[in-house]
């Protein structure tokens, strides 16, 4: 079994800065591909970033890309997302998913969740 626990989010101005913590326990984490989903209200859960077991490989939405990056550390068992210039329709709950082996931008290839973190951005 493997758990995660999102941290880090909270109400930022447009424009400002947001770093996300998701921390794994249970099972070997390196083993791990991780990937950080958002859901607004009233949309689709969608995929934000992913990056491959070894931290080697990553992966962005093109909306994302330029603004967030996306990165782990397997000593921590931690993966991060790091979002700059943010938009008030980046506003959503993030989650982070664990799955293997591959890294993937579809939500199906993941095999666990965490509860999520809310993000809100102010215009």
């Known amino acids: 079994q493997v758990q995660l626990v999102e941290s880090g989010g909270g109400l930022v101005q447009a424009g400002g800065s947001l770093r996300l913590s998701c921390a794994v326990s249970?099972?070997?984490?390196?083993?791990?591909?991780m990937g950080w989903f958002r859901q607004a209200p009233g949309k689709e859960r969608e995929f934000v970033a992913a990056?491959?077991?070894?931290?080697?490989?990553?992966y962005y939405a093109d909306s994302m890309k330029g603004r967030f990056t996306i990165s782990r550390d397997n000593a921590k068992n931690t993966v991060y997302l790091q979002m700059a210039s943010l938009k008030p329709e980046d506003t959503a709950v993030y989650y982070c998913a664990a799955g293997w082996p591959n890294y993937s931008s579809r939500s199906n290839d993941y095999d666990y969740w965490g509860q999520g973190t809310q993000v809100t951005v102010s215009s």
């Open positions: 249970g099972r070997t984490f390196s083993r791990y591909a």
């Open positions: 990056i491959s077991w070894s931290g080697g490989s990553t």
